[in-house]
């Protein structure tokens, strides 16, 4: 009967994390409808590669605190000083990454704007090293709705501060300036918000813990963002800013959306998952409940992208952004696959099979570098997006296996490492 309790608390979970994703995704629409007349393909292509710049450097110090917090039978409380200080120096290990990578990227691209764009960026994780570890309260308690609004309220902060800087800069520097001014806004609320504030003190004990789990989560946390970010490279690379600029809005309109949607799908479920994770029955059962809701709403939401894609370009973003239309229906079945995998990953991580997650992100990644770096210098990006595509289809069956294997197979399967 307990298990009906948590169906209750997984459906109020993923219902207020759809509402505040859709809602939220209503204003990234306005947004990114404002921004597109604002801003050129060059903006948004150097902006997006400032944004890789933040994210490798993350993904490659990911020590999974929230996880962690989540997976432990221990209270946020306990973990509450030392993951704060972990936090600070991580933000500033970030930040001296950031400025060396910017450098580097302005070199490799040849491009001088992009060192000053990712020097200013590399203040966004110092600001958000600061942040309250004890948002993740609201997460390992389920309180959905609380931690729904917060989030809403943060992208609509920088929705309307990278427009209003856009309307003045007309430059790709308003979207970095949006950025940091939702990342001092978090900082704020987190303190505000909970009673419960960190102070600085760090165990030894609790360190520990962190960067035992941290070990093989980094992994996959690296070739996660690798897989979602490393196409921006390298067609940044291959076909400049003004193409990388046209493929991150086609990549916005369709791809991202459903991998949006799984996200909110794996908020409501893994805190879940990671409770039932010891009996078979209830976790078969809770994953496909997932997967059969999961799966309707991402395709009913990506039907407008395969039926009209051009009435979606031409009416959201535009006449100048005509170029997204014959990318948008391959990036919507990618992403449609990706959405599947994510809920394969919440199962993995729940199980902590790291080392299943991390053989489809590896696999994924290399062919995903092969397939579009070959599309592209054979059919420039209509083809590049194809391996998009290609590597997601080819490397789904690895997700079925570690699906099929890991609820048949009792926790101790879990502990295997790659």
């Known amino acids: 009967m307990k298990f009906m309790g948590y169906t209750k608390q997984a459906v109020a979970g993923f219902s207020w994390q759809t509402i505040q994703k859709l809602v939220s995704a209503g204003v990234t629409m306005v947004k990114i409808f404002v921004l597109a007349r604002l801003l050129g393909p060059t903006d948004f292509g150097l902006f997006s590669l400032t944004a890789i710049a933040i994210g490798i450097t993350e993904s490659l110090t990911e020590t ?14 306990y973990f509450l000083n030392t993951a704060w200080v972990i936090a600070i120096y991580r933000g500033f290990a970030i930040a001296l990454v950031m400025l060396g990578m910017g450098w580097g990227l302005s070199q490799y691209f040849d491009n001088p704007q992009l060192w000053p764009l990712i020097a200013l960026a590399s203040l966004i994780p110092i600001i958000k090293g600061l942040i309250n570890p004890t948002i993740v309260s609201w997460h390992k308690n389920m309180e959905f709705q609380t931690e729904s609004f917060y989030r809403f309220f943060l992208v609509a902060v920088e929705a309307l501060a990278s427009i209003l800087l856009a309307a003045w800069l007309h430059s790709a520097w308003a979207l970095v300036l949006g950025m940091l001014i939702a990342a001092g806004c978090e900082v704020i609320l987190s303190f505000l918000l909970l009673k419960d504030r960190p102070r600085w003190s760090y165990s030894p004990a609790c360190a520990s813990q962190i960067f035992h789990n941290a070990k093989w989560l980094s992994v996959a946390t690296a070739f996660h963002y690798l897989n979602e970010n490393f196409d921006n490279l390298i067609l940044g690379k291959l076909g400049g800013t003004y193409n990388l600029g046209i493929y991150q809005n086609a990549y ?43 799966t309707l709403i991402v395709v009913a939401g990506s039907l407008p992208l395969l039926i009209a894609p051009e009435l979606v370009v031409k009416y959201l973003l535009g006449s100048k952004w005509l170029e997204t239309i014959p990318l948008l229906r391959v990036l919507t079945f990618a992403g449609l696959v990706q959405s599947f995998s994510s809920l394969g990953y919440t199962l993995f991580l729940a199980k902590k099979t790291y080392w299943m997650m991390n053989l489809h992100l590896i696999l994924t990644f290399l062919l995903t570098v092969s397939l579009i770096w070959l599309g592209f210098r054979n059919g420039g990006l209509p083809l ?29 399967f879990s502990r295997k490492k790659i």
């Open 384 to 412: 590049a997006v194809t391996g998009v595509l290609g590597a997601r289809l080819i490397t789904a069956p690895i997700i079925v296996w570690g699906l099929i294997t890991a609820l048949k197979t009792p926790i101790a």
């Open 64 to 77: 999974g605190i929230n996880l962690t917090i989540l997976q432990s039978k221990q209270s946020v409380a």
């Open 252 to 294: 916005a309109l369709s791809h991202k959306v459903n991998y949006e949607v799984s996200k909110s799908i794996h908020h409501g479920t893994i805190p879940i998952f990671t409770r039932i994770v010891d009996s078979l029955p209830r976790l078969k059962a809770a994953v496909l409940k997932s997967l059969s809701v999961s």
